[in-house]
């Protein structure tokens, strides 16, 4: 060999011993995300030293190409109950809606490869996940932590209660169970965790130390570079689609200058900030109203934040603190209180989610409000789709049940979620909470995304509008609420009490997979109403002569059902734009004829209807009205009374036949239906027909029931 060729070869080995040191020999730990700015073109990077760890620096770049590679100096270092030191980098300048490449560097190399994404600067969707209380409970923090790595949402919202007692050490323990929520991932050849960026809440066991978000988690939300407690409250646009903001409850502690500081800012950002986005949530620790009697009403906060949030449209509010699950109606404040946003002027109100329980024990569930849709005594996160015409709020409880979605199926669909995960069933509603805005853009509950009750009348029409993202949905099950049940996609019901049901829809894909929806549904009776069709046109009323099956459309009577001419004939009636919506309830049906002339011989007559749902017009081709097939429900008019003429007589009640009708499937309303009588032979009643005298021509009468369903 060469001595030149050995010289290469020795240089080689040396820059292969030294990119093998950076994989493996950084000292450093606790890497963490987080926003409290741009999210599309900046984050704050932080960690922690592993030993001695000097000048650390952090190398970023937007492709897995490291020779590509910024380096970006640490200037900025952070020092938390003593013995807790972290290190910052606020890299700005990044492009928005794509993955930023990073590892974070000291005198002994590069240490491991992380990613993560920026927000997008359009409206394409995305999901966000919330909870807080970590503080306890660390089995349920890390199974809520793993939980995170397979769902891949675009940032996290911790509701603060970070640790129980805010020190070092069970900082250190709650950084290492981070970790947990990283996703494996290897891209180009390289092994990466993706990190999810956290948007932090200072909660009261944060008390002793109101700079703990800046000295965790590098929070400068005023970018004046002082670490203080102002740095507690802010916020930031996610996209056209979404404005955070992070509040302080606890500032209802200190002296009145922190108050007024916090909320005259925010009362400006609202003013000037909060309605150029689609939608707007807050966070904080207290929940002003919370669902334990074992904790006291916040009514500081409800003055400080309820009337603002309604009149600025705030959307969204989760809380934290008190251990449970909790969801509310779209609310507006009343007093010192709130009602549902629908018992008002139903303009929308905001949505408020909780209380915390991503880890510490649970309690109990015990407090419910007048306007509480659902509370529980479990341990869970919010996990939050945002479209720009919606919202879907979900509830996921910790198991390990649930898929994990890959890099590759993230980057296919920024909303997929993944299979298994068990969601909570919320009362009425079910799995997923769909809020749509009113035209104030306030937050107004509506599932109609799912299913819609298009429910106007006593029998409903139920539609499944479900999907799922993970595979085709090839089984439905209805349960509307009222002890009954059905397996037909779009099904028909009819209440027979008024009042308010829960109607669930559950469906299984094609793998065998259930998921669940629901909405509350009141059935609401209204007075009973009528409707008169009259024969309107010469061609609605015929004749048609048995022996020869001939017909007659332009008689100027009907003979009921010998023609003295013409023999023994059927007789037919078509009503035309008969407005009575399918499944009405019928009370009371008949058809009203005007005697022609006077006649009192014994007569017995049979009434049918044409088993069709839209009944076409009659036309002069032999046989048409015979050759109809007819409903197997007929009515017999027996022994019907002498008529006299002028004088009007009215059909045995009808309403059987009508609600068979009016019950098909393919029945709406404005159809038509066409009614043959015949009789026994040389049995006779002569009416008018449209032709002979149109103001006498039959008519049918209907009485019904209409039920009103406000879905």
Not at 231 to 242: C, E, K, N, Q, W
Not at 520 to 543: F, L, M, R, W, Y
Not at 551 to 579: H, K, P
Request: glycine share 8%; with cysteine; charged share 20%.
């Amino acid at each position: 060999m060469s001595r030149r060729w050995l010289e290469i070869v020795t240089v080689a080995l040396l820059l292969a011993g030294l990119f093998a040191g950076q994989d493996s020999f950084a000292a450093t730990r606790y890497h963490r995300v987080v926003w409290d700015s741009d999210p599309s073109q900046s984050a704050v990077i932080g960690f922690s030293p592993d030993g001695t760890s000097n000048s650390p620096w952090v190398e970023y770049g937007f492709t897995t190409d490291e020779t590509l590679w910024t380096t970006h100096n640490v200037i900025d270092q952070k020092t938390f109950d003593v013995s807790l030191t972290s290190h910052f980098a606020r890299l700005t300048g990044l492009p928005a809606n794509s993955p930023v490449y990073y590892r974070a560097c000291d005198q002994d190399g590069c240490g491991q490869r992380f990613w993560f994404k920026t927000a997008p600067i359009d409206n394409t969707p995305f999901i966000a996940v919330a909870g807080g209380d970590t503080r306890t409970g660390w089995d349920i923090r890390r199974a809520g932590n793993i939980l995170i790595s397979k769902i891949r949402p675009l940032f996290i919202m911790h509701g603060g209660d970070h640790t129980n007692a805010n020190t070092a050490s069970e900082m250190s323990q709650l950084l290492t169970d981070w970790a947990l929520s990283y996703s494996d991932d290897t891209i180009d050849g390289y092994t990466y965790k993706r990190i999810y960026p956290l948007v932090p809440t200072h909660g009261n066991h944060e008390n002793g130390n109101y700079s703990t978000l800046c000295q965790v988690y590098g929070v400068d939300y005023n970018q004046d570079s002082i670490c203080d407690t102002h740095d507690t409250y802010g916020a930031f646009d996610v996209s056209p689609l979404l404005r955070v903001y992070t509040l302080n409850s606890e500032f209802r502690l200190l002296i009145s200058s922190y108050q007024n500081a916090m909320n005259n800012w925010l009362y400006a950002d609202l003013a000037s900030n909060g309605g150029s986005v689609a939608w707007r949530f807050a966070q904080y620790h207290k929940p002003m109203f919370p669902h334990y009697t074992g904790k006291s009403d916040n009514p500081i906060l409800h003055t400080w934040w309820a009337n603002e949030f309604y009149n600025t449209a705030m959307n969204l509010v989760v809380e934290s603190d008190t251990h449970i699950m909790k969801t509310t109606e779209s609310l507006e404040p009343s007093g010192s209180g709130f009602i549902d946003e629908a018992s008002g002027n139903n303009t929308g109100g905001t949505l408020y989610v909780g209380e915390g329980s991503w880890g510490a024990p649970a309690r109990s569930a015990d407090d419910p409000k007048t306007w509480t849709v659902d509370l529980a005594s479990i341990q869970q996160l919010k996990v939050i789709t945002v479209y720009p015409d919606r919202l879907e709020v979900r509830t996921a409880q910790f198991d390990a049940t649930a898929t994990t979605l890959t890099r590759e199926q993230r980057a296919g669909d920024p909303v997929v979620l993944p299979a298994h995960v068990n969601w909570w069933d919320t009362n009425g509603i079910g799995e997923v909470l769909d809020l749509k805005r009113s035209a104030q853009e306030r937050s107004v509950i509506d599932n109609s995304a799912l299913f819609s009750g298009d429910c106007t009348y006593s029998l409903c029409s139920f539609i499944d509008a479900s999907s799922v993202s993970s595979s085709a949905i090839e089984f439905w099950s209805w349960d509307f609420g009222d002890g009954t049940t059905s397996t037909v996609q779009h099904p028909l019901h009819g209440y027979a009490a008024n009042g308010k049901y829960n109607v669930t829809l559950t469906v299984v894909d094609v793998a065998g997979v259930s998921h669940v929806f629901g909405k509350s549904v009141t059935a609401i009776p209204v007075s009973a109403t009528s409707a008169d069709v009259q024969i309107a046109n010469g061609d609605d009323d015929v004749e048609e002569r048995l022996d020869t099956n001939s017909m007659y459309l332009d008689s100027s009577d009907l003979e009921l059902i010998n023609d003295s001419g013409r023999g023994d004939q059927a007789v037919g009636l078509r009503f035309n734009n008969i407005t009575i919506p399918q499944g009405v309830t019928i009370t009371s049906a008949d058809i009203q004829f005007t005697a022609k002339n006077s006649h009192s011989a014994d007569t017995d007559l049979l009434i049918e209807v044409q088993d069709i749902d839209n009944a076409p017009a009659f036309v002069n081709v032999a046989g048409d009205l015979t050759d109809r097939t007819m409903s197997p429900v007929s009515q017999a008019w027996n022994n019907v009374e002498s008529w006299t003429g002028g004088g009007v007589y009215y059909s045995p009640g009808l309403s059987t036949l009508m609600q068979d009708m009016v019950d098909r499937s393919g029945w709406t309303t404005g159809n038509s239906m066409v009614f043959k009588i015949t009789g026994s032979a040389g049995d006779r009643r002569r009416a008018w027909s449209y032709n002979g005298n149109s103001a006498a021509a039959a008519i049918l009468h209907i009485d019904m029931t209409i039920r009103y369903l406000n879905a």
